[in-house]
């Protein structure tokens, strides 16, 4: 069950394939790459980096763009992010980045499920909203932290 409304913008705009709930909104945002971290590490973590680009390639012949020039390099290096190599992302633009999370995550969605591709997007959302709620807000603007055991 999706527990925040930052949970149920992220639930619309994979639904929808497009970033327009999310908007600049900083919680969704982060819950976004948090899902797309989820669905990327479970289907990349320790695979060749080929692989990566021929995912890529693949996904954008089966949405009719071309498989090759910045599309596929900003696309593989958002992928490659997650997957310890943040600095590939520099320079392309966060709403541009976005809506890369959400084709791979709906593609990613699509291709793994055995069931129904909307079950996956709310069990990969629910997942994400664990993994933020285990971090407090940041106070002031001061890094994230760990919530303490009591």
């Not at 992220?10 to 976004?32: C, K, Q």
């Not at 020039?69 to 992302?89: C, N, T, Y």
């Amino acid at each position: 069950m999706i527990t925040t409304r930052a949970g149920e913008l992220v639930l619309t705009s994979l639904r929808e394939e497009t970033r327009a709930a999310i908007g600049d909104l900083p919680v969704p945002a982060r819950l976004l790459r948090e899902v797309f971290a989820v669905a990327v590490r479970r289907c990349f973590a320790g695979r060749d980096p080929r692989e990566i680009t021929g995912y890529v390639r693949d996904l954008l012949l089966r949405r009719g763009a071309r498989p090759d020039g910045a599309e596929a390099r900003e696309s593989e290096a958002v992928i490659r992010s997650v997957l310890g190599e943040p600095e590939l992302v520099a320079g392309i633009p966060d709403q541009h980045r976005t809506a890369i999370m959400i084709v791979v995550i709906t593609d990613l969605a699509r291709t793994e499920a055995t069931g129904s591709d909307a079950a996956l997007f709310e069990a990969l959302v629910e997942h994400a909203e664990l993994r933020v709620a285990r971090f407090d807000p940041p106070p002031n603007g001061r890094p994230w932290t760990r919530k303490r055991p009591r």
